[in-house]
Nanobody, 121 residues
């Protein structure tokens, strides 16, 4: 069974920085891409940033220039460096592993339980 565990959320003032980390574990053969999504109160979950196993990245327009995603394919980890945080970045941030191949399944995606990021003065 694949598990994703996030860490690094918390309370930060506007303009501050946080770093989120996520590690995938289980009988994993490969992961096509990992990424971060977020869901603010009363809103739908939205993409923040993704990175493929070849290192290609994709960002939401709202975070370009402020957030940086990085990953270690061998370690099955992904991180999100968030700088110049704004109150509108407040949300629960979820780690995602896309198109995961394991001993027992192929093509499934998995989610972490989420970590809360609050940007407030």
């Amino acid at each position: 069974q694949v598990q994703l565990v996030e860490s690094g959320g918390g309370l930060v003032q506007p303009g501050g920085s946080l770093r989120l980390s996520c590690a995938a574990s289980g009988n994993i053969f490969s992961i096509a891409a990992m990424g971060w999504y977020r869901q603010a109160p009363g809103k739908q979950r939205e993409l923040v940033a993704t990175i493929t196993n070849l290192g290609a990245t994709n960002y939401a327009d709202s975070v370009k220039g402020r957030f940086t995603i990085s990953g270690d394919n061998a370690k099955r980890t992904v991180e999100l460096q968030m700088n110049n945080l704004k109150p509108e970045d407040t949300a629960v941030y979820y780690c995602n592993a896309d198109r995961v191949e394991t001993k027992y399944s192929d093509g499934m995606d998995y989610w972490g339980k989420g970590t809360l990021v609050t940007v407030s003065s």
